[in-house]
């Protein structure tokens, strides 16, 4: 039992570390500590510039082009980009589309389209969800119908993350309406800029535009992009969902968080003295803090088992998961609080880069910004991925058998 | 970075559990429990073979050199076995007291009595109205021959009936010190009786009490530091007491849901249920994670970033604790409300570590005060 981590491990965090402070752009990690918009642009070049060093992909393997790191690396290696301020790196190419690809994709499937992940050319997002199928997902309707070599797709994906700025889609659709549903499904990779497909914006209620619908007609897919075998795609689907758990519970950038949360309340004053004094509001400070705790040292315990591999991935993620969203939303919610009336303003250019703050409102002197916003954002984090009443469902099953 | 166990403390983990599972069931616990002492004094003895009675303590004292976390991994199988020995009292608190303030000659004469199983002792340190400060003494120390005089009234002292002597807190003029008194010392006297988990404690009065200049432990009038290192100690022990309890009422409910049927099917097919008990298993995980971070810290040179720890660690578990104890006895119905089942009894251990050595509100408000220093 030893939870300090190895003199290389040190090494290793230095290493991060000393390449952020030379490497992340101020303007991106300022416009990521003060919660402003990201472009697509940011994204990218934040991707390009890790792809340099060599860090694109952080949890692949060496033999696809990735680092090659252990689950503890790779922990240390979000941690310190959480806590500089880089860009998430978007999960949905390197951490979903591409492990299945490596585990079920032909050779040529791999070879043209994981470099490009990792170089940041392709930006992939996800076909997953239906108007009639979230957490029933294995209902989905939207029908691949083979003519000669190519899938002919029709039908509606939603809550598409990003969508609008992707070149690629990975897609769950029905090829077979026979037998049980979770075995007519296939696993599809389209071009988005394939005719017949129509990106319509859902606008969230933080005002934001991150959510997408996305309609397909008669949209012509060739076989060659099937990932693995036809009607095996909910195997595929189900392999990506638990494949994902260094990262899941966003520790670092809860932290992050929390160090801001602590600024605010230090900042703000109630009745003259900083609000951070006032028992009832740190005492709520100290409750989330205790949960993060817990959390990280649960998060390690896992990653260091799975480093040893003496278990496969399973349903702990699930535990993450829950714990993982929940602090999320405390911190978002104290830190909304901690403004006080000054959290009521909707100010829409708050989130621009350029912004840098109101002189009227003495609460955005630094660069926080409004933070209803984030509260409202984050509601989303309990929800999607499996929502935490699924994950619960997936703790009584698959861990404790009932 | 590892949370494993080294294989030696993997095989004391695995003898504990035997020796619980195997010899001390829940009827004879019952039976121990209501026996004159209140527990076993066979397994006491056998403790003692197994070496736990030396764990902490160094070799030169025929201990074992063991770390916080080794006293981790017992006291959770101690909570397991929902063991009514007097570990806590005699090893982690006053034994560890001993190892960290004690005289040579002290050291000498106490640790080896204790490894051996002859010598229990109890902490007298608790006075009615200071709640869980550990600054709250009235008891007074005065000057007497070459030694003192003790005169005091000490509230619940666990494992007091049993105890063969006593570390008694008492106040010369503004310091704290600590006194090694006799049990059968002229002017003590017990009234004695059962706690609410089964075992034994006592409210002591000392009237006069007379002790030598040897009695002392540690620094004169300067203990209040040993004190809160030994009760942070005793904290992260009950840390890990609690999760061992937790993890044993998860795996009777998790059986119950499975067994028992009702509308024909058994109980464990209802999500309402399913979801209540996932939330226990959650909170086991998590606090878990807690007692870990605690054991580990305990040991730490730092005693601001033990405290901190400990502290955060003690409030979170004691959360968990209470929502996994109450929901247990919930998901059994009817039979949770009984004498009859150990989940009771698992029940009523848990919300007494609830109240030993600080609540929720006691340990969040230390949690909480140390986010001022940072």
């Known amino acids: 039992m030893d939870l300090n981590f190895t003199p290389e491990e040190h090494a290793f965090r230095d290493e991060v570390r000393s390449f952020l402070d030379g490497n992340l752009p101020a303007e991106i990690s300022r416009k990521v500590h003060g919660g402003r918009r990201m472009t697509r642009d940011d994204f990218v070049r934040w991707q390009k510039i890790l792809h340099a060093r060599g860090w694109g992909a952080s949890s692949w393997p060496v033999s696809h082009g990735g680092t090659g790191w252990s689950p503890v690396q790779q922990h240390i290696f979000d941690e310190e980009c959480a806590d500089a301020g880089a860009p998430m790196q978007l999960p949905f190419g390197l951490k979903m589309v591409a492990p299945v690809i490596m585990a079920f994709g032909n050779p040529a499937q791999q070879a043209h389209f994981l470099p490009r992940i990792v170089d940041g050319t392709d930006w992939w997002c996800q076909g997953y969800s239906e108007p009639g199928s979230g957490s029933d997902l294995a209902s989905l309707k939207t029908r691949a119908v083979r003519e000669g070599d190519h899938y002919v797709v029709n039908g509606q994906k939603t809550w598409n993350t990003l969508g609008q700025y992707a070149d690629w889609i990975f897609c769950l659709v029905r090829t077979s ?7 007519g499904i296939s696993f599809l990779l389209i071009d988005m800029k394939t005719p017949g497909i129509t990106v319509r914006p859902i606008i969230m209620m933080d005002g934001e535009h991150e959510i997408n619908e996305v309609w397909f007609e008669d949209v012509r897919v060739p076989v060659e992009n099937r990932v693995g075998e036809e009607n095996k795609g909910w195997t595929y689907a189900k392999f990506l969902l638990g494949h994902e758990r260094t990262g899941i519970a966003g520790v670092g950038r809860s932290k992050r968080e929390l160090k801001k949360l602590k600024a605010i309340a230090r900042r703000e004053s109630s009745a003259g003295r900083p609000l951070i004094e006032d028992p009832r509001f740190r005492d709520r400070i100290a409750q989330v803090e205790m949960e993060l705790m817990a959390l990280e040292i649960t998060n390690l315990r896992v990653i260091s088992a799975e480093g040893e591999k003496k278990r496969a991935p399973g349903p702990e993620a699930s535990i993450l998961k829950i714990k993982g969203s929940e602090i999320q939303q405390m911190l978002t919610e104290l830190q909304m609080q901690a403004l006080g009336h000054y959290a009521l303003p909707y100010l829409h250019e708050s989130l ?17 910004g409004p933070l209803s916003g984030h509260y409202f954002n984050v509601r989303k984090t309990t929800i999607y991925g499996g929502s935490n009443e699924i994950q619960k469902n997936i703790i009584s099953q698959m861990i404790l058998g009932l | 970075m590892n949370f494993d166990y080294t294989e030696e403390q993997t095989a004391l983990q695995d003898t504990l559990r035997r020796f619980f599972a195997r010899d001390y069931g829940f009827e004879h616990r019952r039976a121990m429990s209501r026996s004159a002492d209140g527990f076993d004094r066979a397994a006491w003895a056998t403790f003692a073979e197994f070496g736990i009675l030396a764990l902490p303590f160094p070799e030169g004292f025929g201990g074992l050199d063991g770390s916080a976390v080794d006293s981790m991994l017992v006291m959770e199988m101690l909570g397991r076995g929902l063991a009514l020995e007097p570990y806590l009292p005699t090893v982690v608190l006053c034994g560890g007291l001993i190892r960290d303030a004690g005289s040579a000659a002290q050291k000498e004469a106490l640790l080896p009595a204790i490894a051996g199983g002859e010598l229990m002792l109890a902490f007298a340190h608790n006075e009615a109205g200071g709640r869980y400060a550990l600054n709250h003494v009235a008891t007074k120390a005065t000057p007497a021959g070459n030694g003192w005089k003790l005169d005091g009234i000490k509230a619940v002292v666990l494992a007091a009936p049993s105890a063969g002597k006593f570390i008694v807190s008492a106040r ?20 004695s009786y059962p706690t609410q988990d089964g075992a034994r404690a006592a409210d002591i009065r000392l009237s006069g009490v007379e002790i030598g200049a040897e009695a002392l432990i540690g620094p004169a009038g300067g203990t209040l530091p ?3 290192r030994a009760v942070d100690y005793a904290n992260a022990a009950l840390c890990a007491e609690a999760v061992g309890i937790m993890a044993a009422l998860n795996e009777v409910t998790l059986e119950y849901l499975k067994t028992r049927k009702q509308f024909g099917t058994p109980i464990g097919k209802f999500q309402a249920l399913q979801h209540r008990m996932a939330d226990m298993v959650i909170a086991t995980e998590q606090a878990r994670s807690m007692a870990t971070l605690a054991a580990v810290r305990a040991d730490s040179p730092d005693s601001a970033e033990r405290s901190r720890c400990i502290a955060a660690a003690k409030a979170y578990v004691l959360q968990s604790a209470r929502l996994v104890g109450q929901q247990a006895v919930q998901l059994h119905g009817g039979m949770g409300v009984t004498d009859e089942l150990n989940v009771g009894h698992y029940f009523k251990r848990l919300t007494m570590i609830g109240l030993t050595f600080g609540d929720v509100d006691y340990h969040l408000g230390r949690f909480s005060d140390s986010l001022l220093a940072a």
């Open chain 1, 177 to 183: 309406t026979e037998g049980r549903q979770q075995e």
């Open chain 2, 226 to 228: 040993l004190i809160e």
């Open chain 1, 352 to 368: 621009d880069p350029a912004w840098s703050g109101d002189p009227a409102m003495p609460s955005y002197e630094d660069d926080a």
């Open chain 2, 172 to 191: 010369e003029g503004l310091g704290l010190s600590l006194f090694l008194v006799d049990a059968k010392a002229p002017g003590l006297s017990l009234r």
